[in-house]
């Protein structure tokens, strides 16, 4: 039986600590990702999720871990570290090493660790939806109380398949929460230019689904909703459609270099004014739940942390040649005679 | 020792209702599978295949979908996870183009990127194929497609004791599996036969000789089988003695079979209801050049659709599509080469 994570002390100081590690240990996590990318040391395309936290901090730690299911697209470092995965394993796939948890063939984009119910990591905009969909099928058909959350960006509200998958849950009642992460820019196209209605959680209303835009900066705030979404969700088995607001701070991708193609230094600046981890580090002062010489020996420890797992995923080989006909199918190696 | 099955009746099945006997027998055998897809419930399909199979297993198993083929692809990869089989039908597998994104990119790949953890045990269906004047969008074989994607397999049945035997294994098979369904074959009276009463299945990778011949060998699947027998007929005719290949199979290839026959006749020719440039036949005639080209008294050719869509029209339809006058010609062409 999967272990459950605690979830009616969150006023309590060692609660507020763990969150507060995954905030600190995402960000720096996802700034040793941008500078492996840029050592060439993590080849293709990644995507970090610096700014946008909360969200992801705040909606995980209202599941229960190992049970409920997690599905999301391509910005993926961030749900596994918080589930538990292992941070190695993951750096050492972002890497392409054997160590990894594809050995490497899966990388950045295509992160998974099923026994911790996260089911990827998915690079293909939108695509993903439908799986989500059919996982919460298949825990409700089993009867379990299980939740999905399913994940995707602005940019993937506007994919056909998305809406497929909105009505079929809805049809039958999926305990199925579509979490679109509003960060403003489908990679560097403005919400305005590519939605008809920017209020995206209105996609849930054709389909009589309950939706609704939440904050997803202010992680104190965004834990109560998700809290509030999720129990209805396990008690109703019914689906549900959250618009997160959120921004990221980073560019769209490792490689987005030039951000003044799409935004203004100054826009950036005025969203940095609601960091998420700022905002909670003043919610843990401001309520005595932390000292500040606490917050910045933590930081410092993650840092550290974050380079020794470095050191050792870096230690780890790239996957054998030989190994690269192996998991196409189970049973067979395709073209092997050639 | 062989054993040979023997029929406790005499009763013919067609190919139609050979594929429905697989499903339920499977249904029945495994509780955790269950099939989805357009119209597949209360209406049976729109060929009949799934007639009286939510009668028999609940609305709970045989469950109707939305119009919405990616999405039904998409949530039998979630079901899969689940440790589902799924059973999901196509209402044409010409109409699989809008889930194509979920079974070439998600479906193909998860066993791979999970690094071996997770295979998907997923059978997509679907009635395929031309000579039925269903015009551009409801005659097609678009195998090539997914053969040109790594993770999936893709079988091609002609015969009832195939279709039924095929449908067995791929529901069996923890990858996910493609069936091209003849739907000209399903209500065939002539190819109708006795099935063993004994559980069976028909290995998936494994091609069957239709005719035994030694002056060429006559490669296809599907509708173009009984066309290569006919072509085999004119043959004699001339005294070339033609053998017949049913590759059943598209992936895995049975490499073994193409070759040990080529080996024997020297000749070959390639016949595919799919477009010439890209389908199949030309991956079959690549691999012959790869694997036999020493044994070849002739190029090896091959006998494919038109580049051209499918016609409406009865007369044009059969122009596109390989004829058996076509096939012959060329058959004759490569036997006095």
């Not at chain 1, 470092?77 to 993951?90: F, N, R, T």
């Not at chain 2, 099939?35 to 709970?60: H, K, P, Y």
């Not at chain 2, 079988?155 to 529901?171: E, N, Q, R």
């Not at chain 2, 002056?215 to 005719?237: F, M, P, R």
Request: with cysteine; glycine share 8%.
């Amino acid at each position: 039986m999967a272990k459950q994570a605690n979830l009616e002390n969150t006023e309590q100081p060692a609660h507020m600590e763990t969150l507060y590690r995954q905030m600190v240990q995402i960000r720096h996590f996802e700034n040793k990702c941008n500078q492996v990318y840029r050592m060439g040391k993590a080849g293709g395309y990644l995507h970090v999720y610096i700014g946008m936290e909360a969200t992801a901090v705040g909606w995980l730690n209202c599941i229960k871990h190992g049970w409920d299911y997690v599905i999301t697209a391509y910005r993926d470092h961030a749900q596994p570290l918080i589930l538990g995965s292992d941070p190695m394993k993951l750096m050492a796939e972002i890497m392409g090493r054997q160590d990894g948890y594809s050995n490497g063939k899966g990388g950045s984009m295509h992160i998974y660790d099923i026994e911790r119910g996260f089911f990827g990591g998915w690079g293909i905009v939108g695509g993903h939806t439908p799986i989500g969909a059919g996982l919460a099928f298949g825990s409700k058909y089993k009867g379990e109380d299980r939740v999905t959350l399913n994940f995707l960006g602005d940019g993937a509200a506007n994919a056909g398949v998305f809406f497929e998958t909105l009505n079929m849950a809805a049809l039958w009642d999926l305990p199925c929460i579509f979490i679109i992460e509003n960060n403003e820019f489908a990679m560097g196209t403005r919400i305005e230019y590519h939605a008809a209605d920017t209020e995206l959680h209105k996609r849930g209303f054709p389909f009589g689904m309950k939706h609704e835009r939440v904050d997803g900066m202010d992680l104190v705030q965004v834990m109560k909703d998700a809290k509030r979404i999720v129990d209805y969700v396990r008690k109703e088995q019914k689906p549900y459609l959250v618009e997160v607001m959120n921004y990221r701070f980073a560019g769209h991708g490792a490689a987005d270099n030039d951000q003044s193609l799409y935004r203004t230094p100054e826009e950036l600046e005025h969203a940095k004014l609601r960091d998420p981890i700022k905002l909670f580090e003043k919610y843990l002062l401001d309520n005595n739940l932390m000292t500040q010489e606490k917050m910045e020996a933590i930081d410092n420890e993650i840092e550290q942390d974050i380079e020794r797992i470095y050191e050792e995923a870096d230690a780890s080989p790239h996957p054998p040649i030989e190994d690269v006909y192996s998991h196409v199918y189970t049973d067979m190696e395709p073209e092997m005679g050639h | 020792m062989a054993t040979t099955i023997e029929p406790t009746t005499q009763t013919k099945t067609n190919f139609l209702t050979a594929i429905q006997e697989a499903i339920a027998e499977e249904m029945a055998a495994n509780k955790n599978m269950i099939c989805l897809g357009e119209d597949i419930g209360i209406l049976g399909g729109a060929f009949g295949v799934t007639i009286g199979l939510q009668d028999s297993f609940g609305t709970e198993r045989v469950i109707d979908m939305p119009i919405s083929e990616a999405a039904i692809a998409g949530v039998s990869i979630g079901l899969a996870l689940n440790g589902k089989t799924v059973c999901a039908e196509f209402q044409f597998m010409d109409f699989i183009s809008t889930g194509f994104d979920q079974i070439v990119n998600n479906m193909a790949t998860y066993h791979y990127r999970t690094a071996g953890e997770v295979a998907l045990n997923i059978t997509m269906r679907g009635p395929a194929g031309g000579y039925g004047g269903g015009a551009l969008y409801h005659s097609q074989m678009n195998e090539a497609w997914f053969a040109n994607s790594p993770g999936l397999k893709i079988v091609c049945p002609s015969t009832p004791y195939d279709a039924k035997g095929l449908t067995k294994a791929a529901l069996r098979d923890p990858n996910p599996v493609l069936i091209y369904e003849v739907k000209e074959l399903y209500r065939k009276r002539e190819i109708e036969e006795v099935l063993p009463t004994e559980d069976y299945i028909v290995p998936i990778g494994k091609a069957a000789i239709r005719r035994e011949g030694k002056d060429i060998t006559l490669i296809s699947y599907g509708q173009n089988v009984y066309h290569c027998l006919e072509v085999a007929d004119l043959l004699a005719k001339d005294g070339f003695s033609a053998e017949v290949i049913d590759l059943r199979s598209i992936v895995p290839l049975d490499e073994e079979a193409i070759v040990t026959s080529v080996k024997k006749t020297n000749r070959v020719l390639v016949i595919n209801e799919a477009p010439r440039t890209c389908g199949f036949a030309g991956e079959v005639v690549a691999r012959i050049n790869e694997l036999c080209f020493e044994y070849l008294d002739a190029p090896a050719l091959r006998v494919t659709r038109l580049d051209t869509p499918v016609p409406w029209v009865k007369p044009l339809e059969l122009f596109v599509l390989p004829s058996v006058d076509k096939m012959y010609q060329t058959a004759l062409k490569v036997c006095r080469y």
